[in-house]
């Protein structure tokens, strides 16, 4: 059981979100499983807070008693909570009611002019109208305008601000984006490119394929999830990871001789595992991963796609672009004598790299403690190397039930797919294999019900099978798609249509939130396609900027921020140039209060918002309130990570 609940400010608990709690009631407040002791408090905090905020306030006894465990039963912090978000309701409950105030003055004057058109309509003899037909050689780039109420392109104006509208008054609305152009903006205010104009294809409704209806039938399906393998270089990533797929067998047995073989006249024949995933001439001669290597596996209860990253530090920015896909990890350490130390130093990439996956918004990890075959299964440096590494992950923001501890070989195979039989390992180690840890990974929570956004991590020319076009391959960040629909490229606002499509390598004809996606496009310029790109959904562009401001967490840093300060921003899989112009205030990272304004430093360990301005572009990106994947950065400097943080405000808008 743990302690969370929604938090006010936005402070580390933001920053390194709650996404899986929200859906999870096993980590929520279960009284069975309480001492007296917590009881008692519980029961004497629900008292303070009533007295403080009155017997009639909107909140519920489970939800003050969940936030004064989540708070450790402190009074003052649950009071601040409890005011906060009562404040919060009635802010809501206000908009609503003015909301539905306005919409029931427009149902009024609208039913007034149905009536003045109705007398009117009843003085004069109307000629009926010859509707206009007009024919299209390729059925899927006509532009569809349906009736179909549950039509995307009406849901899209809604949003849009410009009010459900029938099949006629679609058209008209359409010439009015088009006019509007960038004076048009979303609900949150973000402009929307004029460019996003365009008419979109629309697919008949007998082909449009109801996404959300399709997903919700994957619920009976194995929960799908991102795995990303971290550690110090020669952790021994790639070879457990290739073993661990051997085993599984997704690696058959020819090919797994060949890689002995081939390894052994390199005279590199302990890297025989690590070819699995190492695929390129460079990595298996170095020995060393160099880019993000992808497979998939399924165990009894949930689907993964594979991301192996390097552990080298010179390749920090494919880890980075690849853990920014992950949902969860295993983290990979060197149980050898010297190998844990140098990885969990600081200089190591232990550190680093656990850090950067709970910056990244991963919560739940394994620790695979590898290579205990070379420490004949001492349980004493597995304990050592647990109680080491548990606090520091606990104070990087990681919860203690998130974090599993398995000891392993990837070597020799041992305890991964099976329990081990290993009777140095059995006499004091009774747990998991890896496999079983894998598979009780709890599922992720999707961003379905935000616009449509892909980063861009790959792009070739020619389509998916011998078509044309450009094909295009990244995770889908939030909402979906389906083959037929147009995507815009961010930034350039090129527009694309969506051809074919693979989902987790399987052909597809639709994609959502947590899919990793390959599709081919039609219509584009791959001159305007880069790794980093976005895309996204053309009536819900996202914004560019050159400028913004966030709130970040400095890292273990030996020479303080002042402004000016140069860094290299990182940001899914771009990283540009860039420099923190201003300090604008530290903040307290357990309240959110604002402790220092215009500070003239900042040192590690601090929590602060700044200013950050692009050097030589504008990026995509987004607030951390509209969309938590895209609104994550990451500050890093002459090979170190300086500092990870979430976007608050966009400051300019670009294209
Ligand atoms: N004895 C022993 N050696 C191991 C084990 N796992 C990996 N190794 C060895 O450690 C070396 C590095 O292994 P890799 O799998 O390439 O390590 P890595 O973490 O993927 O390396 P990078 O991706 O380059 O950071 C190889 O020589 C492996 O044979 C293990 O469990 N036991």
């Not at 003899?125 to 109420?149: A, G, N």
């Not at 029938?166 to 006019?179: F, T, Y």
């Not at 497979?295 to 920015?317: Q, V, Y």
């Not at 939130?513 to 396609?529: C, E, K, Q, R």
């Amino acid at each position: 059981m743990s302690r969370h609940r929604a938090v006010r400010n936005l402070d580390l608990d933001d920053v390194l979100d709650d996404e899986y709690d929200d859906d999870y009631n096993e980590n929520a407040l279960d009284e069975t499983e309480l001492s007296n002791e917590d009881l008692e408090a519980l029961d004497e905090g629900l008292s303070y807070v009533y007295s403080i905020v009155g017997d009639n306030c909107p909140l519920t006894d489970v939800e003050i008693k969940e936030a004064l465990w989540y708070y450790y039963f402190d009074k003052e912090e649950t009071i601040n909570w409890a005011i906060s978000t009562i404040t919060e309701r009635k802010a809501k409950e206000e908009k609503l009611k003015a909301k539905a105030a306005k919409a029931e003055a427009a149902v009024a004057s609208k039913a007034s002019k149905v009536n003045q058109q109705k007398e009117a309509s009843q003085k004069k003899t109307v000629k009926p109208i010859k509707p206009q037909v007009t024919t299209h050689k390729d059925d899927e780039d006509v532009e569809y305008l349906s009736d179909d109420p549950n039509d995307q392109l009406s849901q899209d104006m809604v949003a849009l601000g410009l009010g459900d509208i029938n099949a006629s008054a679609k058209r008209v609305a359409q010439s009015k984006i088009k006019e509007a152009g960038s004076n048009i903006s979303t609900p949150n205010g973000t402009p929307v490119d004029s460019r996003a104009s365009s008419p979109l294809v629309k697919i008949h409704p007998s082909k449009r394929i109801d996404v959300l209806e399709e997903y919700a039938k994957r619920s009976g399906e194995k929960p799908k999830l991102n795995l990303v393998v971290i550690g110090h270089v020669d952790a021994g990533k790639s070879t457990l990871m290739g073993h661990f797929l051997y085993a599984l067998g997704q690696v058959n047995e020819r090919t797994m001789k060949k890689y002995e073989r081939d390894s052994h006249k390199l005279g590199k024949g302990s890297f025989a595992f690590a070819w699995v995933l190492d695929e390129t001439g460079e990595e298996r001669e170095r020995g060393i991963t160099m880019d993000i290597a992808m497979n998939s596996f399924e165990t009894e209860h949930r689907k993964f796609t594979l991301l192996d990253a390097p552990g080298h530090r010179d390749f920090i920015p494919n880890m980075i672009s690849g853990t920014a896909q992950a949902d969860v990890a295993i983290l990979v350490v060197d149980a050898t004598t010297g190998g844990f130390e140098s990885g969990f130093d600081a200089n190591g990439q232990t550190k680093e790299h656990a850090l950067l996956a709970r910056s990244l918004g991963v919560q739940q990890m394994i620790i695979a403690v590898n290579k205990l075959d070379v420490m004949a299964w001492s349980k004493a440096r597995f304990d050592e190397i647990v109680a080491k590494l548990g606090s520091f992950l606990v104070q990087a923001g990681f919860r203690k039930s998130n974090l599993t501890y398995v000891p392993v070989s990837g070597l020799t195979g041992n305890n991964l797919i099976e329990r081990s039989k290993d009777a140095e390992l059995l006499s004091w180690y009774k747990g998991p294999c890896l496999l079983e840890c894998v598979d009780t990974f709890k599922p992720a929570v999707r961003l379905l019900d935000k616009p449509f956004r892909m980063g861009v991590t790959d792009f070739f020319k020619g389509g998916i099978g011998s078509g044309g076009g450009v094909s295009v391959a990244g995770p889908i960040d939030s909402g979906s798609l389906q083959i037929g629909e147009q995507v815009m490229v961010v930034p350039g606002g090129e527009m694309g249509i969506i051809k074919a499509m693979q989902v987790n390598d399987e052909p597809a004809n639709w994609g959502a939130a947590g899919d990793s996606v390959l599709m081919t496009l039609s219509g584009l310029d791959i001159m305007n396609l880069s790794t980093g790109c976005v895309l996204c959904s053309p009536l819900h562009p996202v914004p560019v900027t050159s400028s913004f401001v966030a709130q970040i967490i400095v890292f273990d840093i030996k020479v303080p921020i002042t402004s000016g300060f140069p860094v290299i921003l990182h940001h899914q899989s771009l990283n540009e140039p860039a420099s923190i112009t201003k300090l604008l205030s530290t903040i307290d990272k357990s309240t959110g209060e604002v402790l220092k304004r215009n500070p003239r430093h900042i040192s590690k360990g601090t929590t602060a918002t700044v200013k950050v301005q692009l050097a030589n572009r504008a990026v995509p990106l987004e607030m951390f309130k509209d969309n938590k994947q895209l609104g994550r950065i990451m500050l890093r400097k002459g090979g170190e990570t300086v500092a990870a943080g979430v976007v608050i405000e966009i400051l300019t808008y670009g294209s």
